[in-house]
T-cell receptor, first 117, second 112 residues
Framework: EAGVAQSPRYKIIEKRQSVAFWCNPI?????LYWYQQILGQGPKLLIQ????????DSQLPKDRFSAERLKGVDSTLKIQPAKLEDSAVYLC???????????????FGPGTRLTVL | DQQVKQNSPSLSVQEGRISILNCDYT??????FLWYKKYPAEGPTFLIS?????DKNEDGRFTVFLNKSAKHLSLHIVPSQPGDSAVYFC???????????FGTGTRLTVIP
């Protein structure tokens, strides 16, 4: 079974530029998450999709961040304009819904490391 | 507000000995706890979990203990192996919520 795919793996941009990340979840997983992991911290949820609807975006800085999940499959996360403090690893994860058991958890992609100069 | 805390940023253990990683939480609504392991340049991978109805869950060399009254859980790795060297994240969730709250991680180094 293929895992969660993310691209690009690395991105370097200057502040005030825009950037987009792409995620393709595990086939059949209805729930998709975007996390931000700043160096030295644990992942923090930015947005959660259930199919193509937003379940939770309370931690998403909506003045500069946007995300969409068209057709309920893959997703893009965009930052416009980027700030220095956006430097982080952006992780995408997916899970089946509803959760069916202890082994039914979130599966993470390898992440995109963003550096804002 | 950090609802899940891992107060030890790093831990070094000799190969073959026990590794004990600790995690504390503050939200009494959390009823499901997980440990994730993360290698450099990779995403976190699920390791082991425990429901709040249990106080222990074992999977091979890995055992997670939950003390609900103290809001504390720990991960025991016995015996530790060099391949266990990674960052370990504790995470928690509440019934009906799919999102996870993560701790800041503990970097485990197993010395051969």
């Amino acid at each position: 079974e293929a895992g969660v795919a993310q691209s690009p793996r690395y991105k370097i941009i200057e502040k005030r530029q825009s950037v987009a990340f792409w995620c393709n979840p595990i086939s059949g997983h209805a729930t998709l998450y975007w996390y931000q992991q700043i160096l030295g911290q644990g992942p923090k949820l930015l947005i959660q999709f259930q199919n193509n609807g937003v379940v939770d975006d309370s931690q998403l800085p909506k003045d500069r961040f946007s995300a969409e999940r068209l057709k309920g499959v893959d997703s893009t996360l965009k930052i416009q304009p980027a700030k220095l403090e956006d430097s982080a690893v952006y992780l995408c994860a997916s899970s089946p819904y509803p959760r069916t058991g202890p082994e039914d958890t979130q599966y993470f992609g390898p992440g995109t490391r963003l550096t804002v100069l | 507000d950090q609802q899940v805390k891992q107060n030890s940023p790093s831990l070094s253990v000799q190969e073959g000995r026990i590794s004990i990683l600790n995690c504390d939480y503050t939200n009494s609504m959390f009823d499901y706890f997980l440990w994730y392991k993360k290698y450099p340049a990779e995403g976190p991978t699920f390791l082991i979990s425990i429901s709040s109805i249990k106080d222990k869950n074992e999977d091979g060399r890995f055992t997670v203990f939950l003390n609900k009254s103290a809001k504390h859980l720990s991960l025991h790795i016995v015996p530790s192996q060099p391949g266990d060297s990674a960052v370990y994240f504790c995470a928690a969730s509440a019934t009906g919520a799919n999102n996870l709250f993560f701790g800041t991680g503990t970097r485990l180094t197993v010395i051969p």
